[in-house]
């Protein structure tokens, strides 16, 4: 799914190193998360994925395609393979909930048949059903997310990005999105997860990434947040 | 693309209309303005244009004679105007016909001229029409060479002022609209431009998901074209009605002032408003659009 050989990304005027030569493999239908204190280069990570920034040295293959060598044109029909959630939800506060995961719709041209006949059903995936009519700021932060995800979902994708998915949730809201994300999982879809929360982490039980200062410290199958993990195992990248 | 995403891009735009109404009342406003610049240059050109054509075709010289010519050499003088090339009819007018001609056209005020009958100060001439009005000049210049021809009169300064005044209109209606047109498109950049910064987040968004450029772009084209569209269209229904306004009225006081009434120049004219419309739009937001919008 994802294959990245010794990627480096430095950010320039002021020649900031946020990833340093970072090699990782990330099977389909794996679930990983991301740790690391803020500024080790998680956002970054993630960004390189979704081809908001470039590598400045090194290879990175998604579905064996390299992302770095895209053409500028080709890279909506990437974005569209991915789908992404944010902290901050990233809404459009003047659409309803239904116009909001329309959205990612219509951008890849559906018919209207199509978007009447999956937006319902992506809202029912993630128990909203009822409020498709709303706006987001009728909506508690949880429904935000919710509809950040189905936004995410509708199309399909074969890989799921989320930065910080539940950075603005209260703990309880937080279990019912990963719970979510856990499902789309199941069915199918890769997940990698950029997290500061170690209580969600260790509870889960996935694949962890710590990165530090931008470079991997840690890449552990079932993994937990903290470093003083007992059985450290070495993923091969 | 689909019919039904060129659907929602119009659904776009017409939000991105909505919601700046000043901005874009301004815009219609200032579209209309310059758009009824040209129409106003275009349509008086047009019928100065006609106008000379018509003073043209009706133009003949008139060469005034010596006072007390003898017969014979009027008679030399009529076989020699008529051999001039170009020459299709000649006409002896005598000193007292001309005064008659003049009281007639006088009518009741002419009164006045009967200080004058006994001594009319008019002169003998010949009426001369040319088969051609572009000979006319030509034609002029050599009845002006023969002898016992004192002055010669076809009207050349009412022509040639005419002439003047259209290329005045011309280009001074030009620079005028030179300006009012870059006004314009400023005004229609500047209305896009709202557009674009209060969507940033939108465009943000539309990119994370995958939307191409194209679809990013369009509904900001489509704004900026709509809104010279709008304006082309209140122009040509001011125009239409102000000018079977016009041209009603002088066909009822001034009927001998010819004026283009016939449709073909007319829609030619309102379709270049509707041409010069959507251009403007096309081109103010384009504008907007490479300076503001990051794709």
């Known amino acids: 799914m994802i294959h990245i050989k010794h990627v480096s990304k430095i950010y320039y005027p002021r020649r900031v190193v946020a990833l340093q030569d970072i090699n990782v493999r990330i099977r389909p239908g794996e679930f990983v998360f991301l740790v690391g204190a803020s500024g080790a280069g998680k956002s970054t990570f993630l960004k390189l994925l979704y081809r908001e920034e470039l590598p400045s040295e090194g290879q990175l293959l998604i579905g064996g395609k390299d992302v770095a060598r895209l053409r500028q044109r080709d890279v909506p029909y990437l974005r569209r393979r991915i789908g992404i959630i944010f902290q901050d939800f990233k809404l459009l506060p003047d659409r309803t909930v239904f116009e909001n995961v329309a959205f990612a719709l219509r951008v890849t041209e559906?018919?209207?048949?199509?978007?009447?006949?999956?937006?319902?059903?992506?809202?029912?995936?993630?128990?909203?059903?009822?409020?498709?009519?709303?706006?987001?700021?009728?909506?508690?932060?949880?429904?935000?997310?919710?509809?950040?995800?189905?936004?995410?979902?509708?199309?399909?994708?074969?890989?799921?990005?989320?930065?910080?998915?539940?950075?603005?949730?209260?703990?309880?809201?937080?279990?019912?999105?990963?719970?979510?994300?856990?499902?789309?999982?199941?069915?199918?879809?890769?997940?990698?997860?950029?997290?500061?929360?170690?209580?969600?982490?260790?509870?889960?039980?996935?694949?962890?990434?710590?990165?530090d200062r931008g470079r991997i410290v840690r890449d552990q199958e079932r993994g937990v947040y903290s470093n003083e993990a007992k059985h450290l195992e070495v993923h091969p990248g | 693309?689909?019919?039904?995403?060129?659907?929602?891009?119009?659904?776009?735009?017409?939000?991105?209309?909505?919601?700046?109404?000043?901005?874009?009342?301004?815009?219609?406003?200032?579209?209309?303005?310059?758009?009824?610049?040209?129409?106003?240059?275009?349509?008086?050109?047009?019928?100065?244009?006609?106008?000379?054509?018509t003073l043209e075709s009706q133009m003949q010289v008139v060469a005034y004679l010596d006072d007390n010519l003898p017969a014979p050499r009027v008679a030399e003088l009529d076989a020699q105007i008529k051999a001039i090339e170009g020459v299709s009819e000649v006409a002896y007018v005598t000193k007292a016909e001309a005064l008659e001609r003049l009281k007639a056209e006088f009518g009741v005020d002419s009164d006045i001229l009967a200080a004058v009958e006994d001594m009319n100060p008019l002169r003998d001439s010949f009426e001369i029409a040319a088969a051609d009005p572009e000979q006319i000049s030509a034609i002029a210049g050599q009845v002006a060479e023969l002898a016992g021809v004192a002055e010669v009169n076809y009207g050349q300064e009412i022509l040639e002022l005419l002439l003047s005044l259209t290329s005045v209109i011309r280009y001074g209606g030009a620079a005028l609209?030179?300006?009012?047109?870059?006004?314009?498109?400023?005004?229609?950049?500047?209305?896009?431009?709202?557009?674009?910064?209060?969507?940033?987040?939108?465009?943000?968004?539309?990119?994370?998901?995958?939307?191409?450029?194209?679809?990013?772009?369009?509904?900001?084209?489509?704004?900026?074209?709509?809104?010279?569209?709008?304006?082309?269209?209140?122009t040509a229904a001011l125009v239409w009605a102000g000018y079977s306004w016009v041209v009603g009225a002088m066909q009822r006081s001034l009927p001998f002032v010819p004026i283009v009434a016939e449709w073909q120049p007319i829609l030619l004219v309102l379709a270049l408003l509707i041409v010069g419309g959507v251009v403007i739009g096309a081109v103010g937001s384009t504008i907007s659009i490479r300076r503001f919008l990051r794709v």
Request: net charge positive; glycine share 6%.
């Open chain 1, 110 to 211: 559906a018919s209207p048949k199509e978007i009447r006949r999956r937006v319902p059903t992506v809202l029912e995936m993630v128990g909203l059903a009822e409020k498709e009519r709303h706006y987001p700021s009728q909506l508690s932060g949880g429904e935000q997310q919710r509809v950040g995800l189905a936004r995410a979902l509708v199309n399909r994708p074969p890989l799921i990005l989320a930065d910080e998915p539940t950075g603005n949730l209260d703990p309880q809201t937080s279990l019912e999105i990963m719970a979510l994300l856990e499902q789309i999982n199941r069915m199918g879809a890769t997940v990698v997860m950029a997290t500061h929360a170690s209580n969600i982490v260790d509870m889960f039980r996935k694949r962890v990434i710590a990165l």
């Open chain 2, 1 to 53: 693309m689909k019919p039904s995403t060129w659907k929602y891009i119009l659904g776009e735009a017409g939000r991105g209309i909505k919601k700046n109404t000043l901005m874009s009342v301004a815009a219609v406003t200032t579209v209309t303005l310059s758009l009824l610049t040209l129409a106003l240059v275009l349509l008086l050109v047009f019928n100065f244009n006609h106008l000379a054509g």
């Open chain 2, 177 to 234: 609209l030179v300006a009012f047109i870059l006004a314009t498109v400023m005004i229609i950049a500047n209305a896009i431009r709202m557009t674009v910064v209060a969507r940033r987040r939108e465009v943000a968004i539309m990119k994370l998901v995958g939307a191409t450029d194209a679809l990013i772009r369009w509904p900001f084209l489509l704004e900026g074209v709509l809104l010279g569209l709008a304006g082309a269209v209140v």
